[in-house]
């Protein structure tokens, strides 16, 4: 069955970085886009950032665009998600979705 696995969350503080991944199996990775969500407590659940089948074509939400990075390894059937710059708003469950499942999510707290 489909299984996306996030990892890389954790406590940083303002400014600093975190690289998320989400590690698939049980579909083709690579004929499938890809995509970044998250969800703050209280708020609804909220693109992030989408990525094509090729890794060339990408997407950012207002909110993270010029801090955040999406990329794509075909070959190891893994999704990145690098973020920068974070700031205490990033704070969420960042979850991973592709071949029409979700991952259970990684929490990410922006905080000092």
């Known amino acids: 069955q489909v299984q996306l696995v996030e990892s890389g969350g954790g406590l940083v503080q303002p400014g600093g970085s975190l690289r998320l991944s989400c590690a698939a199996s049980g579909f083709a990775f690579s004929s499938h886009g890809m995509s970044w969500y998250r969800q703050a407590p209280g708020k609804e659940r909220e ?9 060339v074509g990408t997407y950012y939400a207002d909110s993270v665009k010029g801090r955040f ?38 929490q990410v707290t922006i905080s000092s």
Do not use: H
């Not at 693109?47 to 890794?55: D, E, H, K, S, Y």
């Open 69 to 106: 990075t999406i990329s794509r390894d075909n070959a190891k059937k893994t999704m990145y998600l690098q973020m920068n710059s974070l700031k205490p708003e990033d704070t969420a469950v960042y979850y991973c979705r592709g071949g029409n499942s979700w991952g259970q999510g990684t």
């Open 47 to 55: 693109l992030v950032a989408v990525i094509n089948t090729f890794g």
